[in-house]
Nanobody, 123 residues
């Protein structure tokens, strides 16, 4: 079992930045690909970014390329999402998820989920 706990959400003005963190329990963190998804009010949960093992290139949704950066520190069982130049459309609950492969990024394929952290971007 892996438990995921997100933090770092909050209220920010458009153009601002936030860094989300997700801490995982368990000793197998490094074996998982880690993903961030988000769900805006009234919308489906959507993929944001994914990171795999060292040397693998992270993946990003087109709408965050150049603005968001995913990273991980396996020694701390933590994955981060640095979000810059935030826009009102980025307002959503952001979820951390653990999956078996960086190449499989559908929400149905994720093995574990956190409970999410709310990001609100004001205009």
């Amino acid at each position: 079992q892996v438990q995921l706990v997100e933090s770092g959400g909050g209220l920010v003005q458009a153009g601002g930045s936030l860094r989300l963190s997700c801490v995982a329990s368990g000793r197998t963190f490094s074996s998982y690909a880690m993903d961030w998804f988000r769900q805006a009010p009234g919308k489906e949960r959507e993929f944001v970014a994914a990171i795999g093992r060292p040397g693998q290139i992270p993946y990003y949704a087109d709408f965050v390329k150049g603005r968001f950066t995913i990273s991980r520190v396996n020694a701390k069982n933590t994955v981060y999402l640095q979000m810059n130049n935030l826009k009102p459309d980025d307002t959503a609950v952001y979820y951390c998820a653990a999956g078996s492969s960086i190449y499989i990024r559908s929400k149905a394929a994720m093995d574990y989920w956190g409970k999410g952290t709310l990001v609100t971007v004001s205009s």
